[in-house]
């Protein structure tokens, strides 16, 4: 909440924001998340936010945004105007970047997933294992951490893609203790410290997309003052980061609650390609909104 929005609310009302990814139909688990928000924000007397996070443009459409609207109307679901959307602030994810760089805990790096992979075998193949992050990906080799700065302005000026990364080491360094956040949600419980080494050197910028997720929602929780993070477990682990990232520039930390994830009848996780469970279908179907709700059960 900016200072504008404190003063003309007349108080520090507690702010949620549901934030899809409009590059698919909403489907039951980002009911029980808009839902779950919804009901917070209620009992507590808070506002809740909609925030388009739309940064990959070649998957998010402005019909699927609009089919992300009409859902939450159908469902009942309360929230404030103007909607937020990532695409319209580049620039100040992009003034998030430099901040980072300019204390030197970023770096250009230059494999390819390609070359990523290639090397993960060849170690694998010697006997190692090599680490992984919490979602199962490889954790991006170091060495590019050492390049110098000739090296480094010299690829630059040759190689077309690559990424802006995060110096985890040297972060963590910098902070000189152990970063945490206060969490409610269905998994662990109470103060929870963050992990964030074991992402390894993550990627904040692209060159071929502005920013990257982690970097985006974290200036954007801040943006838009945001209290109270309420989102599926399967971003649990990305709190880490998020409070990383938060802590190193001197963003206020959101309380958060990470719920349940509703499963597919194989046991994983719903994706956007799983049509039947499409909150657009289910309408069709003649499904109400407290059906919905039963459904993923609240
Ligand atoms: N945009 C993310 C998604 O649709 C959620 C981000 C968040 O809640 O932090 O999975």
Known sequence: MTERDRQTTGHNAPVFRFAPSPNGRLHLGHALSALLNADMAEKTGGRLLLRIEDIDL??????????VIDDLIWLGIPFDRPVRRQSEHFPLYREALDRLKAMGLVYPAFLTRGEVKARVSAFEREGGLWPRDP?????????????SETERAERLATVERYA?????????????????????????????????????????????????YHLAVTVDDAAQGVTHVVRGLDLFHATSIHRLLQTL?????????????ILGPDGRKLSKSLGDTALSALRTEGKTPSDIRAMVGI
């Open 135 to 147: 979602d199962g990906a490889p954790l991006y080799p170091t060495e590019e951490r050492m390049l």
């Open 58 to 67: 070649t998957r998010c459409t402005p019909e699927l945004e609009q089919a």
């Open 164 to 212: 802006w990364r995060l110096d985890i080491d040297k972060a963590q360094r910098l902070l000189g203790g152990p970063v945490t956040w206060q969490e409610t949600g269905d998994g662990p419980t109470g103060e929870i410290e963050a992990d964030p080494a074991a992402w390894g050197d993550v990627v904040l910028w692209r060159s071929d997309a502005p920013a990257s």
């Open 249 to 261: 520039l001197g963003l206020p930390a959101p309380l958060y609650h990470h719920h349940r994830l």
